[in-house]
């Protein structure tokens, strides 16, 4: 292997592990700053005891994405080198905003959170979760300016002296459509996640009986937001689908495999083709008539481009080379995405109408149910990160930078091989010691969890 694919790889496997903790500490953190707002106004004690267990939760969240995000960024110096000078300029500017004006913001407002039990006024201390919370979506949109910069450039200039692009409007970057529609459709995917985890560990202590009261309660909130964030994702995806037929088509191509230029293209439910990067044409093709034209235009009849016809036109615009994605990979990353996302607010709208009906808690088919689901909003982001990430190849700058000019010159294949496996066997040991610790934490519940506590200021229960 290259150190091109070697690197590829390494920066694949980092970022798929990092982002399970980007979406679980964001939406535990919303979910949080929910549940001490319930306390705070109605003085329940199971809305204390909520906050508490569900806080501890994303404190352990957080602490993992914090370690392996930095690793992300050192890979820019180490293995993308000539990408790094190619758009340092631009990418800096989000990246430095998300860790000066989020991150720090993040972390501070947690640690007054964390040890503010007591010391603060209850108004001041609710206050402080909802900053982290605000704050980590914050961190978040500052990283997706950047990431959709690279899918839809804007507010730059290419120095054709220097060969670099400069930055003309940061106000561009930051409002840019694509970074406004990832923004959106990351949050909901935090909701979904965030939900999920907390009605499949409430269900895990409803089948057991343990601690009803905290958490029915949990998923009373948890269910509800889940039905609404599923079924906002959908709407959501469909414009997110409009615009990237617009910026990216070859991406919209490759998701659904659609080889000729067509209007009135059906979307494919199950496609094969012969198995390389790209086949050129299907075998067999099922598919709903026209959807995929109106899930791209708003248009039923209208045109979609294939992948062999816009694969020539960028040929004539860019020169030589293959410019569509691996379609597999294209096409069943979007289909994994989108059967989650469908599965989670089914699963939301099930579990909210049991819980009106007063029958959640004893819904054993459904609270078993609830504990596998857990695992579906994790699958879908990363289904969704490798369609956005490799639905872009062979670009690393959309229309800019091909990915094979963005890596290092000097860098070996030999010195990727060694941080390749350092990183994957120390992000597998970390995952071991996490996971034991995030169960063993989630399995104990509020009691447990409560009985190690020194200071006992609110109501006798409190970090």
């Not at 450039?153 to 840019?176: D, F, H």
């Not at 504990?371 to 956005?388: D, R, S, Y």
């Not at 934490?441 to 447990?448: F, V, Y």
Request: glycine share 10%; hydrophobic share 50%.
């Amino acid at each position: 292997m290259t150190s091109l694919e070697l690197a590829r790889w390494q920066f694949g496997i980092t970022t798929l592990y990092h982002f399970i903790f980007v979406p679980l500490t964001i939406g535990l953190a919303f979910f949080t700053a929910w549940y001490q707002t319930r306390w705070y106004r109605t003085k329940d004690e199971k809305w204390l005891r909520a906050t508490r267990f569900w806080g501890k939760l994303m404190l352990i969240s957080f602490a993992l994405g914090v370690a392996t995000g930095i690793v992300q960024e050192f890979q820019f110096g180490m293995n993308w080198s000539d990408y790094s000078r190619f758009v340092g300029d631009i990418f800096g500017a989000p990246l430095a905003m998300e860790g000066l004006a989020a991150f720090f913001v993040e972390s501070t407002f947690l640690g007054l959170w964390i040890f503010g039990w007591g010391r603060l006024s209850e108004k001041v201390h609710l206050a402080c979760m909802w900053a982290v919370s605000l704050s980590t979506a914050l961190s978040a949109f500052f990283i997706l300016a950047a990431n959709s910069w690279m899918q839809h450039p804007v507010g730059y200039q290419l120095n054709e002296v220097t060969g670099k692009v400069e930055l003309t409007s940061i106000w561009a970057v930051l409002t840019n459509s694509t970074a406004l529609y990832a923004m959106t459709h990351t949050m909901l995917a935090a909701l979904l996640t965030g939900g999920m985890v907390i009605a499949g560990i409430s269900a895990w202590h409803l089948l057991r009986k343990n601690e009803i009261g905290v958490f029915k309660s949990s998923m009373s909130i948890a269910l509800p937001t889940l039905a609404v964030a599923g079924l906002l994702t959908l709407v959501v995806g469909h414009f997110n689908g409009v615009l990237m037929s617009e910026q990216q088509p070859m991406k919209m191509a490759a998701a659904d495999a659609v080889f000729k230029t067509e209007d009135g293209v059906g979307l494919s439910l199950f496609a094969t083709g012969d198995f390389k990067g790209n086949p050129e044409k299907t075998n067999r093709n099922i598919q709903l008539p026209n959807l995929l034209s109106f899930i791209m235009t708003g248009k039923p009849e209208s045109e979609v481009k294939g992948v062999n016809d816009l694969n020539a036109e960028y040929n004539e615009k860019y020169g030589p080379g293959e410019y569509a994605p691996i379609v597999w990979v294209a096409y069943w990353s979007w289909r994994v995405m989108l059967g989650c996302g469908f599965l989670l607010a089914l699963f939301g709208v099930m579990g909210w109408w049991l819980n009106r009906k007063g029958k959640l808690a004893d819904s054993r088919l459904f609270l078993k149910f609830a504990l596998p689901a857990a695992a579906l909003p994790f699958i879908a982001a990363a289904a969704g990160w490798i369609f956005t990430e490799m639905g872009r190849q062979p670009w690393v700058v959309f229309g800019l930078l091909k990915t094979e000019n963005a890596v290092s010159p000097t860098v070996s294949s030999a010195e990727v091989w060694i941080t390749l496996v350092g990183f994957t066997l120390l992000y597998g040991v970390l995952a071991v010691f996490a996971g034991k610790l995030f169960f063993k934490t989630a399995g104990k519940g509020p009691a447990e969890i409560e009985e190690g506590d020194e200071d006992k200021p609110y109501l006798g229960m409190a970090y």
